[in-house]
């Protein structure tokens, strides 16, 4: 009798944990190649930046970017309150600048170079354009379920109770006083100072870059040749050897 206590109570204890293991799973995330996924990059001033860099994360944004649900998407995007809300939490952040000014970077600029004598790169980039279905799915975009879904948002009385609600949320309320943090401004001023936020115009402002031409100041340095020289001078010349 004890055993088979013992035995139902490991059974049921194997079948909470379980359950507390699903729960506290978290959701799987949203494929990168579905609409609403490329409506959260594009609408993101940091990783819209940084597909812009990138020839080969480029293609498939242009892609998507023909797409209409795309657009269907972006629409419903920017009708929530948290979309704008997360677009300035975005521009306030120093990584933002760092990523805009990778654009200096003569890398990125040779990456496309490199990108537009390839043949492979601009017939992909070309492909949307001479795609039939692409211009298909324009010409039943106005037909399209998204869009008529998107077009009845505006006819939800809950949109407009998100956006009257918005100045008080928690997120827009962090939002409104970041910039009354000093944690922001010091995160942006050693941004601001760093050299790698500039990529390789940064050696201009690294002091290391001008090391060497501080040595020409640096009296140790310009009289440690003479040192040497006058060392060289006083030693005593050695002996000759003897004849023999």
Known sequence: ????????????????????????????????NTPEAWAAKLLDPAQAAAIAQDPKAAVPAMIAVTDPA?????????????????????????ATFQTYMRFLDPSVAMKWM?????????????????????YMKMMMAPVDPRL??????????????????????????????????PALYTNWANTLVNPQTYGTFGAVMDPKAYS???????????????????????APAAPAAPAK
């Open 70 to 94: 795309t657009a269907f998407a972006m629409g419903n995007a920017m009708m929530n309150p948290n979309t704008s809300i997360q677009m300035m939490n975005s521009l306030m952040n120093p």
């Open 1 to 32: 009798m004890q055993i088979a206590k013992l035995t139902a109570a490991l059974i049921a204890a194997a079948v909470s944990s379980a359950a507390l293991a699903d729960a506290a799973a978290p959701a799987a995330a949203a494929p990168a």
């Open 148 to 181: 008529l879904n998107m077009g009845m948002q505006t006819l939800n009385p809950g949109m407009y109770m998100n956006w009257m609600m918005a100045p008080i949320s928690p997120a827009a309320m962090n939002t409104m006083m970041a910039p009354i943090n």
């Open 114 to 134: 490199a990108a537009g004598m390839d043949p492979n790169f601009y017939t992909a980039a070309m492909t949307p354009f001479i795609n039939p279905n692409t």
């Open 212 to 234: 060497n031409l501080t040595n020409a100041f640096n009296p140790a340095a310009i009289l440690a040749p003479l040192g040497a020289a006058a060392q060289g001078a006083a």
